[in-house]
């Protein structure tokens, strides 16, 4: 089973700032990995896929990078909205989830 | 619009049993492989279970092989989780998601996602 290990635990940022997620596969996932964002008491939404294309309705401001073992999601500004959790996901090798990252307000 | 929406969520007791169902509409079901994937409270996210678009290829998680069956009625765009043996680690909030591939189970994102149906396990 490919692991995914998602770093920082929690990111905490002021609205405008520059957050950078990682996301690290225990072994090589191509580019076959998804990000997701999960707001309080709401269902995941898929943000990005194959690394690096964003979903239909996602904002410019997210962006996801990196291929191998190591990716990248970047949200450029952070908008109020945007503070939530977010979690990586591999379809390399069967289907399994990072353990997230909650992106709070500092 | 697509819309998943899931029932059948409850309290159990331990070695009980309890179905699981979700409601499609907006999309046609058929072109697409679905997917059950669950979250404990306050936890991450797990991948439960999966069927391409004509059930012929299925696929489960370790932690419920051989106690879940996941199905699937085209018919009624519907889809379904029996949960047999229910443990205490089961509780969670199960959600359906629709997969972005339809001959395969496995090469999927999840897009869209239902709310979701929380199942409790306890006695």
């Known amino acids: 089973e490919i692991v995914l290990t998602q770093s920082p635990v929690t990111l905490s940022l002021s609205p405008g700032e520059r957050a950078t997620l990682s996301c690290r596969a225990s072994?090589?996932?191509?580019?076959?990995l998804a990000w997701y964002q999960q707001k309080p008491g709401q269902s995941p939404r898929l943000l990005i896929y194959?690394?690096?294309h964003r979903a239909t309705g996602v904002p410019a401001r997210f962006s996801g990078s990196g291929s191998g073992t190591d990716f990248t999601l970047t949200i450029s500004s952070l908008e109020p909205e945007d503070f939530a959790v977010y979690y990586c996901q591999q379809r390399s090798n069967w289907l399994t989830f990072g353990g997230g990252t909650k992106v709070e307000i500092k | 619009e697509v819309q998943l929406v899931e029932s059948g969520g409850g309290l159990a007791q331990p070695g009980r049993s309890l179905r699981l169902s979700c409601a499609a509409s907006?999309?046609?079901?058929?072109?697409?492989?679905m997917h059950w994937v669950r979250q404990a409270p306050g936890k991450g996210l797990e991948w439960v279970a999966g069927?391409?678009?004509?059930?012929?290829?299925?696929g489960y998680a370790d932690s419920v092989k051989g106690r879940f069956t996941i199905s699937r009625d085209n018919a009624k765009s519907s889809l379904y989780l029996q949960m047999n043996s229910l443990t205490a680690e089961d509780t969670a909030l199960y959600f359906c998601?629709?997969?972005?591939?339809?001959?395969?189970?496995?090469?999927?994102?999840?897009?869209?996602w239902g709310q979701g149906t929380l199942v409790t396990v306890s006695s």
């Open positions: 998601a629709k997969g972005t591939a339809a001959g395969s189970y496995t090469n999927n994102w999840f897009d869209p």
């Open positions: 907006g999309f046609i079901f058929d072109d697409s492989a």
């Open positions: 069927i391409n678009w004509n059930s012929d290829s299925i």
């Open positions: 194959d690394a690096s």
């Open positions: 072994q090589s996932v191509s580019t076959y």
